[in-house]
């Protein structure tokens, strides 16, 4: 009987090839091994973690080529030996062009159907990704349970300090207005007074709250923002340059939140810069601006607050996000967790350039549309 005839499986590619096409497609790196130990196939993915080239690699002895990874040879001449499979997805690295690569791997035997072993196979899947993720999440977790330690802390220590802070306004009063005694009153008042801004701006950061969305002009709020904040370095030489793009329309977000985020910004630009400098606000439409991958395409408003401060060290730079990090005496260091959170918030994102010497530029990226 004839088997009827139907398209050919391979799509008319000679076998040999389609089986190379195959695992030249495959994402992770494979490689497979002799059972003299020499590398008889390295597919492109491999080529991408190894750093080596699939000419280098082909012909080599997986030996002398991965000298320097005794993990993964251990793992190859284990399961050439004894015919067993073997993952390793925590402890493996691979050294190419200068970095070390967490991978994953796993080892399989290469056998015939007559059950004569021939080598093994490498599967490596780069994880410096997931890595990345795990050490982002870890992160995240961190600070919500550090949040939530806070707010707890906040409310135990708010009334107690409102009682010391009102006996110390009795005291001041019974003392009576020119008594020397005043001073001491007036440090208790005024680091009361401290420690209940760090406790607000705790509650601020650790309390989960609704978002207040309408529509909301930012140049009014940055506008109204300068003006304020001008009169407040008005003894120093300070310019304020404001360069708004007049086509940004009214944006959904929450109002009273996007001030506390500008106010930080601009306060901590005027905290950097001495008796004379230029603050520069900017804004203007990114089209098109893509957040991440498979994230879609979104319009973006960006606001660049910038100033010629000192700028910001390289060594401080990863550590300004986290909270109480401050390089100022009476800074809470909560101003920028806040900003991020507030970002975060609003489906946005935050970066900083800083270029020792010359300044540092803030950039908040906000979605058009929610
Ligand atoms: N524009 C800037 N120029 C230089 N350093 C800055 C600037 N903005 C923030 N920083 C640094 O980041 C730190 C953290 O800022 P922030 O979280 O607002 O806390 P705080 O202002 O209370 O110190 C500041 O102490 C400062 O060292
Ligand atoms: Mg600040």
Redesign the pocket.
């Known amino acids: 009987m004839n088997a009827p005839v139907t398209a050919h499986p391979c799509n008319g590619i000679h076998h040999h090839e389609y089986l190379e096409t195959v695992i030249d497609s495959v994402g992770d790196g494979v490689i497979v091994i002799s059972r003299e130990g020499d590398i008889t196939l390295f597919n492109p993915a491999a080529e991408e973690i190894s750093g080596f080239s699939r000419r280098q690699a082909i012909g080599s002895p997986f030996e002398r080529l991965f000298a320097m990874e005794r993990a993964l040879i251990e793992m190859a001449s284990k399961t050439i030996r004894t015919g067993i499979t073997i993952s390793d997805h925590e402890n493996v690295v691979v050294r190419s062009t200068g970095k070390v690569k967490p991978v994953a791997v796993t080892c399989y035997p290469l056998i015939r159907s007559s059950g004569e072993s021939i080598g093994a196979i490498l599967t490596l899947k780069d994880i410096t990704y997931i890595r990345e993720l795990e050490a982002t999440v870890r992160q995240a977790d961190r600070l919500s349970t550090l949040g939530t330690l806070a707010a707890g802390l906040a409310h135990e220590v708010k009334n107690p300090l409102g009682g010391i802070k009102g006996a110390a306004q009795l005291l001041e009063r019974e003392l009576g207005q020119g008594n020397e005694l005043c001073e001491y009153t007036g440090v208790m008042i005024r680091e009361t007074e401290r420690i209940d801004h760090i406790i607000r701006e705790l509650l601020e950061l650790a309390s989960p709250r609704g978002l207040n969305m309408q529509p909301v002009n930012l140049h009014k709020i940055l506008g109204d923002i300068l003006l304020l904040q001008k009169q407040a370095v008005a003894d120093r030489n300070i310019a304020c340059v404001s360069q708004f793009d007049p086509s940004i329309p009214d944006i959904m977000a929450d109002e009273a939140l996007l001030t506390r985020l500008f106010l930080?910004?601009v306060?901590?630009?005027l905290?950097?810069?001495g008796e004379d400098g230029q603050l520069t606000v900017t804004s203007r439409v990114l089209s098109d601006y893509r957040m991440a991958q498979n994230e879609r395409h979104s319009r973006m408003v960006a606001v660049e607050?910038a100033?010629d401060?000192?700028?910001?060290p390289g060594e401080?730079l990863e550590?300004?996000?986290t909270?109480f990090?401050?390089?100022?005496s009476?800074?809470?260091?909560?101003?920028?967790?806040?900003?991020h959170k507030i970002v975060a918030e609003h489906r946005g994102m935050i970066k900083?350039e800083?270029d020792p010497g010359h300044?540092?530029t803030?950039t908040v990226l906000l979605p058009l549309v929610q």
């Open positions: 930080n910004l306060r901590n630009a905290d950097a810069m607050v100033d401060g000192p700028g910001i401080d550590n300004i996000w909270p990090f401050s390089t100022k009476t800074g809470t260091g909560l101003g920028l967790t806040i900003c900083v800083s300044g540092t803030f």
